[in-house]
């Protein structure tokens, strides 16, 4: 029981260690390598811009968009900073080959200098937390994108099915009236050769008469 116990704990810690963990590095911004806070998350670059963007119209502030930076300008995030700065976000795939998996970078501008690169430990300290706190919202975001995108594989498939039901039906009537046609051609049939019978016996009373004549 005491082994369990460990194991549980073990996987839970590194559950806990294997969390994304933002971290100071660089960005291209107008042609120069600025320094920002980086962190990754385990998803498409798609699903993780657009979780930032939900989470900060949350906050309320409207992106701008301005060559592959989401851009906030004049923005105050108390969680960073309590005076108005220019914050830009770039998400992007880690890799050709890490397809879900992106890398976000923070860079935060007050008159067009880079705060970031001061090394206002405050600040970057701040930013680091403001971008490990997204997780959860990323998670969440993403986790109603699979619900969503799972609906929809769901209603195409119940679609599919409601397609082939109707299907059937539709040939089951055409059965349904071959049937009926093949029952009615039988009966046709029968009365035609009655018909022919009744002929023939006119024909063999004129062809008797002839004989006799």
């Known amino acids: 029981m005491r082994k369990i116990k460990l194991t549980i704990c073990f996987i839970f810690f590194l559950a806990f260690v294997g969390k994304s963990q933002s971290y100071e590095g660089t960005v291209g911004y107008q042609k120069k390598d600025e320094k920002a806070i980086i962190i990754e998350f385990p998803y498409p670059a798609s699903v993780v811009e657009d979780a930032i963007i939900d989470k900060m ?3 309320g502030f409207k992106k701008k968009e301005s060559k592959g930076f989401l851009v906030y300008k004049n923005a105050v995030l108390p969680d960073i900073s309590s005076e108005p700065a220019d914050y830009m976000i770039k998400v992007e ?4 080959k890490d397809r879900d ?16 690169a001061r090394s206002d430990a405050l600040v970057n300290s701040n930013a680091k937390t403001f971008l490990n706190r997204l997780a959860p919202d990323v998670d969440a975001f993403n986790l109603e994108v699979q619900i969503k995108d799972q609906e929809n ?13 109707d299907d059937q039906e539709s040939m089951e009537k055409k059965i349904k009236k071959l049937q009926d046609d093949l029952k009615e051609n039988a ?15 006119a024909l063999e009373s004129l062809r008797a008469k002839r004989k006799s004549a």
Not at 101 to 116: A, D, F, G, K, P
Request: charged fraction near 45%; glycine fraction near 0%.
């Open 93 to 96: 795939r880690k890799s050709r």
């Open 101 to 116: 998996e992106s890398v976000v970078y923070l860079l935060v501008n007050r008159n067009e200098e880079n705060i970031i």
């Open 187 to 201: 009966k046709d049939q029968q009365n035609q050769q009655k018909e022919i019978e009744k002929q023939k016996q």
């Open 57 to 59: 119209e949350k906050l």
């Open 153 to 165: 594989t769901v209603s195409k498939a119940e679609k599919k099915l409601k397609d082939l039901q």
